[in-house]
């Protein structure tokens, strides 16, 4: 009877069956954004040669406060660098009358004295060869900037707040020349600790810092809804975290250098439902897809359609288990007919049954 099951005409509940086997493929890179495309880098502020903050979560401020040229164990070379101010109205464009009274009080009232045994004082204006302006407080018996100062550069960049041996150093905010702002904790003139970087078109990073890079737990929103939270590792998100998008998809699970990678759930917008396993931004793996209707596959996944062995329950109890490929039923198979409550072995190719094999 076996030969004569591939020439039969399909029952009924065969038939329906076969209406339920469309593509379920999962196409989160090709039918959404990726998570790389979220974010696109700005280009270099050469004046202050740094990169100003970028999406894509690399070195947002990097070396903000250049004091390369300044060996501040030498007090002989910082007096060589720094120049009591004489002219205050001109130094390449840079006027000490653009550190307002406003700003000096709001200062001096923001931060705080270290709580050290260094004695400061307040000094006039200081113009440096790298063509920065200084005012605030100075360690007298070592010509170091420390305590609280502003400092601003020709490019109208300015940072505001605590400084410690001629290092940006505690708490202090600074204003990029392209209205980019970073208000936070410091350390050797670097963002160290916790910090908020927000950007001139809205987009904004608040969490964790380590040496300029955000490290550790922390939160990222753009203007068109879209959101992260999680955890971040060198200025990438590396982790558990969470990514929201404006359209409702949610993912929740494992990123590794910006991607989506390793065991995570994505639930989309249509309401199916994804958990397993992702391979940089992809379904790939093993994992269980359940659609709102009931149906549910369970198996295999490459490049985020189903490739492998699995099982497609569809919602009236009819079941598939065995080989797909690209997305579809491909290989030796077994079926189970509810109605008739027998299992029925074929082969399919491209999601078509071509025989039966009992």
Same mark, same amino acid.
């Given at each position: 009877?076996?030969?004569?099951?591939? #020439?039969?005409? &399909?029952?009924?509940? $065969?038939?329906?069956?076969?209406?339920?086997?469309?593509? %379920?493929?999962?196409? %989160?890179?090709?039918?959404?954004?990726?998570?790389?495309?979220?974010?696109?880098?700005?280009?270099?502020?050469?004046?202050?040669?740094?990169?100003?903050?970028?999406? =894509?979560? *690399?070195?947002?401020?990097?070396?903000?406060?250049?004091?390369?040229?300044?060996?501040?164990?030498?007090?002989?070379?910082?007096?060589?660098?720094?120049?009591?101010?004489?002219?205050?109205?001109?130094?390449?464009?840079?006027?000490?009358?653009?550190?307002?009274?406003? $700003?000096?009080?709001?200062?001096?009232? #923001?931060? =705080?004295?270290?709580?050290?045994?260094?004695?400061?004082?307040?000094?006039?204006?200081?113009?440096?060869?790298?063509?920065?302006?200084?005012?605030?407080?100075?360690?007298?018996?070592?010509?170091?900037?420390?305590?609280?100062?502003?400092?601003?550069?020709?490019?109208?960049?300015?940072?505001?707040?605590?400084? =410690?041996?001629?290092?940006?150093?505690? *708490?202090?905010?600074?204003?990029?020349?392209?209205?980019?702002?970073?208000?936070?904790?410091?350390?050797?003139?670097?963002?160290?600790?916790?910090?908020?970087? %927000?950007?001139?078109?809205?987009?904004?990073? %608040?969490?964790?810092? &380590?040496?300029? *890079?955000?490290?550790?737990?922390?939160?990222?929103?753009?203007?068109?809804?879209? =959101?992260? $939270?999680?955890?971040?590792?060198?200025?990438?998100?590396?982790?558990?975290? /969470?990514?929201?998008?404006?359209?409702?998809?949610?993912?929740?699970?494992?990123?590794?250098?910006?991607?989506?990678?390793?065991?995570? #759930?994505?639930?989309?917008?249509?309401?199916?439902?994804?958990?397993?396993?992702?391979? &940089?931004?992809?379904?790939?793996?093993?994992?269980?897809?359940?659609?709102?209707?009931?149906?549910?596959?369970?198996?295999e996944f490459k490049n985020d359609k189903k490739d492998g062995y699995g099982i497609f329950t569809s919602n009236d109890g009819k079941i598939y288990k065995g080989g797909w490929k690209n997305g579809k039923q491909n290989g030796e198979g077994e079926l189970y007919l509810p109605k008739k409550n027998i299992w029925k072995k074929g082969i399919w190719e491209n999601?078509?049954?071509? /025989?039966?094999?009992?």
């Amino acid at each position: 009877m076996g030969c004569l099951c591939t #020439k039969k005409l &399909k029952t009924e509940e $065969e038939a329906e069956f076969e209406q339920n086997k469309e593509e %379920i493929g999962i196409y %989160i890179t090709s039918n959404y954004d990726d998570i790389e495309n979220k974010y696109k880098t700005n280009k270099t502020n050469e004046n202050l040669k740094t990169p100003a903050i970028a999406k =894509k979560s *690399k070195t947002f401020v990097s070396s903000i406060i250049k004091n390369e040229e300044i060996d501040i164990n030498n007090s002989s070379d910082l007096e060589k660098e720094c120049l009591k101010n004489n002219n205050p109205n001109s130094n390449n464009g840079i006027n000490a009358n653009q550190i307002s009274q406003e $700003e000096l009080d709001d200062l001096f009232l #923001k931060y =705080k004295p270290f709580n050290d045994s260094v004695i400061v004082e307040i000094r006039p204006s200081t113009f440096c060869e790298n063509q920065t302006i200084y005012y605030g407080e100075w360690d007298k018996a070592n010509n170091f900037r420390h305590g609280r100062g502003i400092q601003l550069w020709p490019d109208g960049s300015k940072y505001s707040g605590q400084w =410690k041996n001629n290092n940006a150093s505690g *708490k202090g905010k600074l204003l990029h020349s392209n209205g980019d702002i970073y208000e936070g904790e410091w350390d050797n003139n670097k963002p160290n600790g916790f910090g908020e970087y %927000i950007r001139e078109d809205g987009n904004r990073y %608040i969490g964790e810092w &380590k040496n300029d *890079k955000q490290d550790g737990k922390g939160e990222e929103t753009w203007i068109d809804g879209s =959101k992260y $939270e999680g955890e971040f590792k060198e200025g990438k998100k590396n982790g558990f975290g /969470k990514f929201t998008w404006i359209d409702g998809n949610i993912y929740e699970g494992n990123f590794k250098d910006n991607l989506m990678d390793g065991k995570g #759930k994505f639930i989309f917008n249509d309401k199916r439902v994804y958990e397993g396993d992702l391979v &940089k931004n992809r379904i790939e793996g093993k994992g269980v897809l359940i659609f709102p209707d009931g149906r549910k596959y369970e198996g295999e996944f490459k490049n985020d359609k189903k490739d492998g062995y699995g099982i497609f329950t569809s919602n009236d109890g009819k079941i598939y288990k065995g080989g797909w490929k690209n997305g579809k039923q491909n290989g030796e198979g077994e079926l189970y007919l509810p109605k008739k409550n027998i299992w029925k072995k074929g082969i399919w190719e491209n999601g078509k049954r071509i /025989k039966w094999l009992n």
